[in-house]
């Protein structure tokens, strides 16, 4: 079965970066989009965002464009999310997701998320 | 950047009601790329539709969705006691991929 584990989240200091990586399994992972979004405390969804399943293509939500990287090694099957100067509002519960089969652009099955907490 | 508006933001029904969901798009979403989640506490979010109307995969059929353009309707036919939740919808016809901000259906 699909499984999607995240890592890499912690408290971080405002400015500083941290780098959050998503293990896939039990799906060919290299034929599938691959999404990050994010929720805040007690808050919605926002999506932060996608790489296409060769990694040729990345787009980015409007608020973390150029702090922000999304990557993937395919034959490792990890998805990455590379955040610098972070600022206190980035703090969040982050998701990795698949693509689904018809569209990559629809998060399909989700990881567990991981917390990253800004602060000083 | 296209906004979705949901309403009600929370909706007091009992066990067997009928559930209606609303998503309003400030703008038309292209191919009604259209998607709705359910989110229980401490869980991730759990695609249910997709292209406004297509059940994901093992998705019970008291489930469904409609709409078209910027106007989309997710119904719940008879409540059971599971799908008291957080609902969001998802729009992924633009390269700026956007959520609603929820509807809670609770237990009244």
């Known amino acids: 079965q699909v499984q999607l584990v995240e890592s890499g989240g912690g408290v971080v200091q405002p400015g500083r970066s941290l780098r959050l990586s998503c293990a896939a399994s039990g799906f060919t992972f290299s034929n599938y989009g691959m999404h990050w979004v994010r929720q805040t405390p007690g808050k919605g969804l926002e999506w932060v965002a996608v790489i296409w399943p060769d990694g040729s293509t990345q787009y980015y939500a409007e608020f973390v464009k150029g702090r922000f990287s999304i990557s993937r090694d395919n034959s490792k099957n990890t998805l990455y999310l590379q955040m610098n100067s972070l600022r206190a509002e980035d703090t969040a519960v982050y998701y990795c997701?698949?693509?689904?089969?018809?569209?990559?652009?629809?998060?399909?099955?989700w990881g567990q998320g991981t917390l990253v907490t800004v602060s000083s | 950047e296209i906004v979705l508006t949901q309403s009600p933001g929370t909706l007091s029904l009992s066990p067997g009601e009928r559930a209606t969901l609303s998503c309003r798009a400030s703008q038309s979403v292209s191919s009604n790329y259209l998607a709705w989640y359910q989110q229980k506490p401490g869980q991730a979010p759990r695609l249910l539709i997709y292209g406004a109307s297509s059940r994901a995969t093992g998705i019970p059929d008291r489930f469904s969705g409609s709409g078209s353009g910027t106007d989309f309707t997710l119904t719940i036919s008879r409540l059971e006691p599971e799908d008291f939740a957080v609902y969001y919808c998802q729009q992924y016809g633009s390269l700026s991929w956007t959520f609603g901000q929820g509807t809670k259906v609770e237990i009244k």
């Open positions: 997701a698949s693509g689904h089969p018809s569209h990559s652009g629809i998060p399909n099955y």
